[in-house]
C-alpha cells in the first residue's frame, strides 16, 4: 500500500518560516493536497494540485511537489497558523491517502 | 453557502450496524465527488469510502466488505452504511466535498464501538 510520512512536528517562531515535508514514492508524479486541523474542528484545505490556494487561504501559504517530496511552506507564520498539518495524495493502489500528520508549533 | 451536517452516531456494540447521514445544502450531492473521511480520538486522517460522481465508489481496505457509501439524489444526502462494527472503527466520522482536494468538511460525528 502506499504510504505518506511527514515529521511529527515542527517548531517555528513567529514571523518566521515553516516548511513541512511529505514523502512517498515517486510523489512528485501525483497531485498533493494540504490541511490544515485546529483542535476541535474540521480539516480545512490550504493547498490542492501542488501548489494552488483555495479561496480564503492566506498568501504565506505555498507550496510544492517534485520526486518523492512534497513541502508545504507557510512564510511569515502566525500564532493563528499553529496546528496540525496532512498531506494527502491519490494513488490507484490505495485510492486516497493521508500523509501521519505534522504538529507546528509557533513559539 | 455550502454546508455539510452529518448525524446517525453514536455507541454501538461491537458486530453493530450504524447508518451516518450528511445532508447536503448549497450544492447538489449527486453533480459532486463525495467522501467519509475518519479520524480515531488523537490520531490522524483516513479516508473511507468515495462515490463519484457517475455513482462508481470505492472503499479503504480497512472497510470493504463491511461499509458501504450511498447517496440519496431527492434528499440531496450522503450515507455510510457500517456493519460488523469493530473496536478500530471508533473515530470522528466526517463528510466531505470534492475531487482535487476536499473543499468543504463538515463537522463530523462520533463514532463509538464498545461492549
Known amino acids: 500500500s502506499y504510504e505518506l510520512t511527514q515529521p511529527p512536528s515542527v517548531s517555528v517562531s513567529p514571523g518566521q518560516t515553516a516548511s513541512i515535508t511529505c514523502s512517498g514514492d515517486k510523489l512528485g508524479d501525483k497531485y498533493t493536497c494540504w490541511y490544515q486541523q485546529k483542535p476541535g474542528q474540521s480539516p480545512v484545505l490550504v493547498i490542492y494540485q501542488d501548489s494552488k490556494r483555495p479561496s480564503g487561504i492566506p498568501e504565506r501559504f505555498s507550496g510544492s511537489n517534485s520526486g518523492n517530496t512534497a513541502t508545504l511552506t507557510i512564510s511569515g507564520t502566525q500564532a493563528m497558523d499553529e496546528a496540525d498539518y496532512y498531506c494527502?495524495?491519490?494513488?490507484?493502489?490505495?485510492?486516497?491517502?493521508f500523509g501521519t500528520g505534522t504538529k507546528v508549533t509557533v513559539l | 453557502e455550502v454546508q455539510l451536517v452529518e448525524s446517525g452516531g453514536g455507541l454501538i456494540q461491537p458486530g453493530g450496524s450504524l447508518r451516518l447521514s450528511c445532508a447536503a445544502s448549497g450544492f447538489t450531492v449527486s453533480s459532486n465527488y463525495m467522501s467519509w473521511v475518519r479520524q480515531a480520538p488523537g490520531k490522524g486522517l483516513e479516508w473511507v469510502s468515495v462515490?463519484?460522481?457517475?455513482?462508481?465508489?470505492y472503499d479503504a481496505d480497512s472497510v470493504k466488505g463491511r461499509f458501504t457509501i450511498s447517496r440519496d439524489n431527492s434528499k440531496n444526502t450522503l450515507y455510510l452504511q457500517m456493519n460488523s462494527l469493530r473496536a478500530e472503527d471508533t473515530a470522528v466520522y466526517y463528510c466531505?466535498?470534492?475531487?482535487?482536494?476536499?473543499?468543504?468538511w463538515g463537522q463530523g460525528t462520533l463514532v463509538t464501538v464498545s461492549s
Open positions: 462515490i463519484y460522481s457517475g455513482g462508481g465508489t
Open positions: 466531505a466535498r470534492g475531487s482535487s482536494g476536499w473543499y468543504d
Open positions: 494527502q495524495a491519490w494513488d490507484t493502489s490505495t485510492n486516497y491517502v
